[in-house]
Nanobody
Framework: QLVESGGGLVQPGGSLRLSCAAS????????????IAWFRQAPGKEREGVSC????????HYADSVKGRFTLSVDNAKNTVYLQMNALKPEDTAVYYCAAELFMGFTVQTMCDIPRSFGSWGQGTQVTVSS
């Protein structure tokens, strides 16, 4: 089970940190053994991969639109995934979802392109960037 938090209303140029608390992990596995991702979906648009972390080689992928501004991290001790978002823009406005998958068969970039490659999803948290 994944539960996101930390969304809200922020002015352009501001920052937010989203959290995704994971529970009921597969027996014997830790969170960093899962492929992890943050996706977002704006009204009328398809779900977009924001950042993905591979569980096979620990490589990371960021969408071009967020490179240099967003950072994905994992705290294994807290079973929590974070998305630090800086220099936010109005176009970052969307519902943000975290996702996890233990048996990921895609490369880090491909998994970000195919939301259905992830089997576990949170309920989403709204991020609104507006003055």
């Amino acid at each position: 089970q994944l539960v996101e938090s930390g969304g809200g209303l922020v002015q352009p140029g501001g920052s937010l940190r989203l959290s995704c608390a994971a529970s009921d992990l597969a027996s014997g596995f830790t969170l960093d053994q899962y492929a992890i991702a943050w996706f977002r979906q704006a009204p009328g648009k398809e779900r977009e991969g924001v950042s993905c972390l591979s569980n096979s080689d620990l490589s990371m992928h960021y969408a071009d639109s967020v490179k240099g501004r967003f950072t994905l991290s994992v705290d294994n001790a807290k079973n929590t995934v974070y998305l630090q978002m800086n220099a936010l823009k109005p176009e970052d406005t969307a519902v943000y979802y975290c996702a996890a998958e233990l048996f990921m068969g895609f490369t880090v970039q491909t998994m970000c392109d195919i939301p259905r490659s992830f089997g576990s999803w949170g309920q989403g948290t709204q991020v609104t960037v507006s003055s």
